[in-house]
Nanobody
Framework: QVQLAESGGGLVQAGDSLRLSCTTSRRTYGNTEMAWFRQAPGKEREFVVTTYRGGEGLCYSDSVKGRFIISRDNAKNAVYLQMNSLKPEDSAVYYC???????????????????WGQGTQVTVSS
């Protein structure tokens, strides 16, 4: 069983930055693919950024492209989500997810991921 744990959420103002962290009990590269999703109240869970080809490829949702950046620290089994120029519509619970695979395309649907963290709340005030 792979365990994931997110941290770093909080309450910020529009335009601020925030960095989320996700630590995992499994490596974040090779045949492990990591992703960040988010879910706002009353809405479906949506992908923010996913990796494929074992992390060599990246896919960002259009809503965060150019503002959010995913990175990883293989030595710490951690991935990060740097969120810049935050907007109120970015407010959501952010989840880290992983799957054991080496896809050739992005996997953007929640049910394509096996392991999930508990989520961390991000609230952006206007």
């Amino acid at each position: 069983q792979v365990q994931l744990a997110e941290s770093g959420g909080g309450l910020v103002q529009a335009g601020d930055s925030l960095r989320l962290s996700c630590t995992t009990s499994r490596r974040t590269y090779g045949n492990t693919e990591m992703a960040w999703f988010r879910q706002a109240p009353g809405k479906e869970r949506e992908f923010v950024v996913t990796t494929y080809r074992g992390g060599e490829g990246l896919c960002y949702s259009d809503s965060v492209k150019g503002r959010f950046i995913i990175s990883r620290d293989n030595a710490k089994n951690a991935v990060y989500l740097q969120m810049n120029s935050l907007k109120p519509e970015d407010s959501a619970v952010y989840y880290c997810a992983s799957r054991v695979s080496r896809s050739v395309v992005c996997k953007t649907m929640p049910d394509e991921y096996t392991y999930w963290g508990q989520g961390t709340q991000v609230t952006v005030s206007s």
